[in-house]
Nanobody
C-alpha cells in the first residue's frame, strides 16, 4: 500500500506564492510518475501537472504554464508543486496522485494512489 500526504496549502492573496508538498510512504518503490490535480465544488477534478519518475518529462495544463513548477525528490519520496503568481481561479482543493507506470499522464483514471487533498485559497 502507498499513502500520500499533501501539505503546504493555505490562504494567500492574488499574486502570492505557495509550495505544496506530497510525501509518499509505504511501498514507495512501486511509484512511477506523479501528478497534481485540483477540484472545486460543482466541477470535475482537473489536471494540473505531471512529472515522470526520473523527472525528465513534465506536463502542465495551459492555465498554469509559466506559473507552477513540479519537481520531485525520489530519495525523500516527495513531489512538490511550486505555485507563483497565484490567481483567484487557482482556488481549489489540490490533490497529489501517484501511478505505478513511469510515464506522465493527465487523466485521473491513470493514477493508482491519491492523497486527501489540501485547500488552496487565493483572495483578490
Amino acid at each position: 500500500q502507498v499513502q500520500l500526504v499533501e501539505s503546504g496549502g493555505g490562504l494567500v492573496q492574488a499574486g502570492g506564492s505557495l509550495r505544496l508538498s506530497c510525501a509518499a510512504s509505504g511501498r514507495t518503490f512501486s511509484i512511477g510518475a506523479m501528478g497534481w490535480f485540483r477540484q472545486v465544488p460543482g466541477k470535475e477534478r482537473e489536471f494540473v501537472g505531471s512529472i515522470s519518475y526520473n523527472g525528465q518529462a513534465i506536463i502542465y495544463t495551459d492555465s498554469v504554464k509559466g506559473r507552477f513548477t513540479i519537481s520531485r525528490d525520489n530519495a525523500k519520496s516527495t513531489v512538490y508543486l511550486q505555485m507563483n503568481s497565484l490567481k483567484p481561479e487557482d482556488t481549489a482543493v489540490y490533490y497529489c496522485a501517484a501511478k505505478v507506470g513511469q510515464l506522465i499522464a493527465s487523466s485521473p483514471t491513470q493514477y493508482n494512489y491519491w492523497g486527501q487533498g489540501t485547500q488552496v485559497t487565493v483572495s483578490s
